[in-house]
């Protein structure tokens, strides 16, 4: 295992004024079904936090311990979910709440702001707060009150050593075939477990390869990657990178961000798993990077708007003038 900054490549460029104006730097990494690395860039052993990129491992248990068996695809989604906070966001979150005998008081996540324009809109008018339910991570975090209720743990479910916590941990060692060398504490005050880049491909690919006719933690990765793939507005919200690309590609994958530039993607028909992490934590380079690496995979069309907006076309100003494009360092998924 490497530091985030060991073997580092050169990945994404930022041209102004036919001059390279940035250069993001990073690792990649492309896993197949047995979780054999198929393609990298930079170190495939570089230590990362995964951040919210890692949430469908995160809900793996509350599946597998039948706790959300229940549960309809579009609460799925949101377990997986970094949501805008816009209305249907919060007002799914609040009804699976309900449906628990539970609150907003009862999540653990903390309160910001939403990212949604009609939701912030809304809330300065009406002289309304921002609640718990406008937390990007609220819907994971109703997904583990569930799992928490299933367990009858104590009240403090973001706790490192909760058996929530303890489960998602075993989760996430299991599928990334790796013992975590730690955690770092998450936005949302949950624990986020650090592991290799090689290791959250790896786990994503075991996403990509679950059948639905498998065992138990098959039949939950199939369950929770159809959920991102049919609620991409769900998984993020409008103008978001998750949503816009998922639905440019017309369910033929399941891709989800991470704070501090990481991405992942799980690729059924191809039965591939993807992460990257850019070591800047760039986001507009973490963007770039997976529409590259899903544009190589042959599931996203280079020249859609989708692709186009993060990856080949033309960077404007706010007065509309061409100032500029994001490229593809030379080695980089070319």
Known sequence: MADVGQGMVPMVEIWRGGRLESLHHGHAVICDAAGAVVESWGNPDAVIYPRSSCKMVQALPLLESGAG??????????????????????????????DMGLGE?????????????????????????????????????????????????????????????RAVRSAFEEVTGEQSPGYGIDGCSAPNFACTVQGLARAMAAFACADEAGDTRQQAMVRLR???????????????????????????????????????????????????????????????????????????????PAALKRLGGPLTNWRGKVTGEIRLASGFAG
């Open 69 to 98: 068996a229940g549960l309809t695809s579009e609460r799925l989604a949101l377990a997986c979910a970094s949501h805008q906070g816009g209305r249907a966001h919060v007002d799914e979150v609040g009804r699976w709440l309900a």
């Open 226 to 304: 159809n959920a991102m793939m049919q609620h991409p507005e769900m998984v993020a919200g409008e103008g978001r990178a998750c949503t816009e690309l998922m639905r440019a590609m017309g369910g033929a994958a399941a891709i989800k961000t991470g704070a501090d530039a990481v991405f992942v993607a799980i690729l059924p028909r191809q039965k591939l798993g993807i992460a990257l992490k850019i070591a800047d934590g760039g986001t507009r380079a973490s963007e770039a990077a997976i529409v590259a690496l899903l544009s190589r995979a042959g599931i996203l069309d280079p020249a859609h």
């Open 105 to 165: 008081a009862d999540l653990s996540c903390g309160s910001h702001d939403p990212a949604d324009r009609e939701e912030r809109n809304r809330l300065i008018c009406t002289g309304d707060s921002a609640c718990q339910l406008h937390n990007n991570c609220s819907g994971k975090h109703a997904g583990f009150l569930m799992l928490n209720r299933h367990l009858k743990g104590d009240d403090d479910y973001v706790a490192p050593d909760h058996p929530v916590q």
